[in-house]
């Protein structure tokens, strides 16, 4: 009796709700977004492993971990924000110069290296009392600097062997003031509020279709009733 009771009263409910449709399958746009996001995670841990194996005090992986749990943040970025300028004078230390167009690719390797941290030298010149807090600083970023030059002598050789970078790199980088953010251009030093708007190629990424002979006819009809809005020499 208990089974048929309940049995009429889940046909009295009735059917189940069906099970909800799957999730749209992940864009192209999405993809390459979380691809970026994961080629900067994978430079800030080489780059950081680089800096720790070249500054480290012993030559162990000891060493290395240690280098790396007391590294401190640059004192730069805690008075004032990354800017332009700031950006042009890491550039400089590292022999990237961002006046060239062929430059653009090093861009993300060269703010990686602007936020990077610096490894803590005071136990190795504790012994000196007249090395001022200066002078400890310098000597951190320039073993910082010999540390990354070699990173960015082979992103040059890479792209020289695959004929230039994969894709154009624009030289607009966004940044943050504190009040307000914008955009700077490395190439002609132009800063813009707005995000600046780029021309889409006009050549179509995918060979014409050849229409049947039906379709060919609601095209044509189509584009003779709609001629003042679409441009035929567009498609």
């Not at 805690?78 to 861009?107: F, T």
């Not at 600083?137 to 990173?151: C, G, R, W």
Request: hydrophobic fraction near 45%; include cysteine; proline fraction near 10%.
């Amino acid at each position: 009796n208990g089974a048929l009771k309940a049995l009429e009263e889940q046909e009295a409910r009735g059917p189940p709700p069906p099970p909800p449709p799957p999730p749209p399958a992940p864009s192209t746009r999405l993809a390459l977004h979380l691809g970026l996001f994961r080629s900067r995670a994978l430079l800030r841990r080489q780059m950081i492993r680089k800096i720790a194996r070249v500054c480290r005090e012993t030559e162990s992986s000891w060493g290395e971990l240690k280098c790396v749990a007391t590294m401190q943040p640059r004192p730069q970025l805690l008075a004032v924000p990354l800017g332009p300028q700031r950006l042009l004078e890491v550039a400089a230390s590292i022999n990237i110069d961002l006046n060239k167009e062929s430059e653009m690719h090093l861009i993300p390797l060269l703010i990686c290296f602007a936020r990077a941290p610096l490894p803590d030298l005071h136990q190795t010149d504790a012994a000196d009392k007249a090395v001022t807090h200066e002078l400890i600083l310098a000597a951190a970023q320039e073993k910082m600097a010999a540390a990354v030059t070699p990173m960015v002598a082979g992103a040059r050789r890479r792209a020289q062997r695959a004929g230039g970078t994969r894709r154009k790199l624009l030289p607009w980088v966004q940044f943050a003031d504190g009040e307000a953010m914008y955009f700077y251009n490395f190439l002609d030093g132009e800063s813009q509020s707005a995000c600046p708007k780029f021309k889409l190629p006009k050549t179509a990424a995918l060979p014409l279709r050849k229409l049947e002979p039906s379709a060919q006819v609601l095209f044509e009809l189509g584009a003779s009733c709609f001629s003042d809005v679409l441009d035929l020499n567009e498609l």
